[in-house]
Structure formats: C-alpha cells, structure tokens
C-alpha cells in the first residue's frame, strides 16, 4: 500500500515508521497518491498566532475574545479540552477553564499571517478558493509533472513549511472532491492529513450523522430529524424527487452529497459576494447592552475585512435567530457604500430596532453588493452633521491600529 512519511516526504510501501528517516508521522491510503483535491484548515487560528507571538503562552490554553461579558471568538484545543466553545459567553469560558489566559484579538496581524500562509499555497497550485482567513480549498491536479512529486507528497510538505517558516500548523484532507475533501480535514485535528477515497466513500459516510454536512447547522437538522433522516444511510432511502418535494434545492444536494457526490469545481475565480460576521449565543438573550456591544464588534470585523479587501458595500444586512429558531432579517440599501464599522454599525442599530422577537439566540451582520472602495463613503450626510467627523476620527483609528497594533486603540462600545 502507498505510503508517505511527512517528516522527509519519503515514498515507499506501507510500514509502521518510515524507512529513510524512522519518523513514526507516516501515512498511507490505497489512493494516496492518486487524489488531487484537497481542504487546508489552520489550527485554532487566531489561538496559534497568539501563542507564537508569545511564547509564554505555549503550553497555556488560550481563549481570543473580549472581557468577561464578551464571547468567545476561538480557543486554542487546550481550552477546548476543558469544554470551551466559539460563541461561548467569556464568564461561563472562565469557569470551565478560569486558569486560562483571555486575548484580545489582532485582525489585521491574523490577515497578514493569512496571506502569508496563501503565498504558500499559490506556489502550488493557482486554484485556490479561500473559504475564510485559516481555511482553503485546493485543486493540484495535473500539478504532478510541474512539482515532480504527486499532490499529497506537496500538501504534506505545505503543512512542514507553513509550519517552519509561519509558526502556524494545519490539517489537510485530501480526496476526490470538494466535499469529502472538507470532511476529511476535519477528523484528525490538530496536525492531522486525512484521505477519504473513491472506493471506500460509501461505506465512509453510511452511518455518518448528517451534521457533517457543511451548512446543515440545527434548524435544518430539525426539518431531517421530524423527516426521520438522521445519518446517510437514513438519506439513502429517499428518492431524489420526495426529496426535492420536502426540502427543496437542498433535497436535491442532499441526494448528491448521501452518494458522495460533489461536481463543485475549486474556483479562485469566485467573486465575493458578501462580508458577514454572526455569532451564536449560548444562552439566548434579550438585553439590549450586551447585543448592542455584540453589534458594534460584528460592524468593526465586517468593516475590518472591507477595508483589508479594498471594498465596501452598497447594502447592510442584519441576521436575528429567536429563541424559536426563527431567521429573521433586514436590509437596507444604500444611495452611497461604505466600509465604515460607524456606518455599518448605525444602520444594522436601527434595523434593530425595527425588531421586536427577543429573546435571541443569534445575531449577525453583513455588507454585499459590493464594489471597490475608491467609491465609497464619499457623500457628506447632510441628515448627521457629525457624521464626517467621526468617519475622520475613523480613519485615524485605522493608521494607528495599522501601525500599534489592532488593540492600540478602542471605542468604549466594544467592552460592553
């Protein structure tokens, strides 16, 4: 059986430790080297750039987020350990894990490692399609002949190098699309490479939860659940039309993926279509000052990753989720786009307002219809004669950060 060591990158027949190195880090697959379609995903992103900025936190766990009525936004797999989630209240964080070191997080350093990590990537294969700032999918088919060594010797040897030269580990899945391709990178975390190939995807996935379907979160695994489909097998038993009937679009991608079936091309010509940040509170929640400061830090990330991308958007959307599961949404269009986190987080504020369905569970927000941001917030507000100045004070904030570093300086609202 192929088999691959990923300490010296050696070839050969499958053993307990590698016979050019003795490195026990070795894999092998029947497909190993015949896959090309992969998913990288950084471990505990933010957490590992931290902790490599500050070695003393090494062998710490780590939560990255705000104060103690602020959320989790990551934690390093120490924490995790302890039972600590995304989205988690800070305070019930601290209880599970009170020796644990809080860190504020740094976007525009995680954006600089993220490209950094990217230019990697780019070296390997041009079809590259960013899913978020620690994650990407990569096709590296027909890169054999240009590289000398098949895709799993090159993804392996990414992983080494994002590692020794970045400071920042990954996993790797590797299979014959896009998303198995994903699955896989998520069964062996943290530094783990997974392969999921043709021949054994039936019986991979049979008895498979469908949860590990990406997008499938807890409404729609409620719909499958009241349907009686909890695991692929259960999915197997319907016919592609009942599917279509119950479920609409989504039953028909559901009778795909059951099979395995993805035709998903890697695209690195996929033009973003929005910037959004959301969060799911652990417990659902109804006052007004904690989703107030929950607001201007998702406006502040949106307007973060606008800016890092030279863009703005000509429509603002906010996203509610009640206590009843219920998707609640507004927009408003704008005569002029922004990328301002005051802006952002003044409109999304009054379509807030608007809204009167608390408790929730979650809540998000977002830009889309977007251009680039040499054509935005450009007119005056004639209606907010401060409007300008705060923009100013802005744009200010922005040159120190970039220079000082993303916590040099805060508005009061986000310690809320």
């Not at 092998?28 to 090309?36: A, I, Y």
């Not at 096709?139 to 993804?155: N, S």
């Not at 998707?327 to 807030?352: E, F, H, K, N």
Request: proline share 5%; glycine share 6%.
């Amino acid at each position: 059986m192929p088999a691959l060591c990923r300490t010296c990158f050696h070839q050969y027949d499958q053993g307990a430790r590698c016979p050019a190195c003795g490195s026990p880090r070795v894999m092998s697959h029947p497909e190993l080297f015949e896959l090309s379609i992969a998913h990288m995903d950084c471990d505990a992103f933010y957490a590992s750039v931290e902790k490599r900025d500050n070695p003393a936190l090494r062998d710490k766990p780590v939560i990255i987020g705000g104060g103690r009525r602020g959320v989790v936004s990551t934690a390093c797999y120490i924490a995790r350990i302890k039972g600590v989630r995304s989205a988690m209240p800070m305070f019930q964080a601290l209880k599970l894990c009170p020796e644990a070191e809080v860190v504020r997080g740094r976007m525009d350093v995680y954006v600089s490692v993220s490209r950094q990590i990217r230019a990697l990537m780019e070296e390997l294969t041009p079809a590259i399609e960013p899913l978020s700032l620690d994650e990407a999918f990569l096709d590296l088919t027909g890169t054999e002949k240009l590289h000398h060594a098949p895709p799993a010797v090159m993804l392996a040897r990414l992983v080494n190098r994002m590692e020794s030269e970045i400071g920042i580990s990954g996993s790797i899945g590797l299979s014959h699309n896009k998303f198995l391709a994903k699955v896989a990178s998520d069964l062996d975390k943290p530094r783990g490479f997974s392969v999921i190939g043709k021949a054994e995807t039936d019986d991979f996935l049979r008895d498979r939860p469908v949860s590990l379907i990406w997008g499938v979160g807890a409404v729609t695994r409620e719909s499958l659940e009241k349907a009686g489909i909890r695991t692929f097998a259960d999915l197997l038993r319907w016919d592609r039309q009942d599917l279509h009937a119950r479920f609409g679009s989504m039953g028909d991608r559901l009778w795909h993926l059951a099979r395995g079936q993805d035709r998903r091309r890697v695209s690195s010509q996929e033009p973003v279509k929005g910037i959004s940040n959301e969060t799911t509170f652990h417990d659902d929640t109804a006052d007004a000052d904690l989703l107030d400061g929950h607001l201007w830090r998702m406006a502040e990330k949106v307007s973060d990753r606008a800016k890092a991308k030279q863009i703005a958007g000509r429509v603002v959307t906010l996203k509610l989720k009640t206590a009843k599961f219920k998707i609640v949404t507004r927009r408003q269009s704008l005569r002029d786009p922004t990328q301002l986190a005051d802006r952002i987080y003044r409109i999304a504020r009054d379509l807030m307002s608007s809204v009167n369905e608390g408790p929730y569970r979650l809540l998000g927000v977002g830009i889309s219809d977007l251009i680039p941001q040499d054509d935005a917030d450009r007119t005056p507000d004639l209606l907010d004669p401060d409007a300008a100045k705060r923009t100013e004070a802005e744009r200010a904030t922005d040159k120190i950060r970039e220079k000082f570093g993303h916590d040099a300086i805060k508005k009061g609202r986000s310690l809320r």
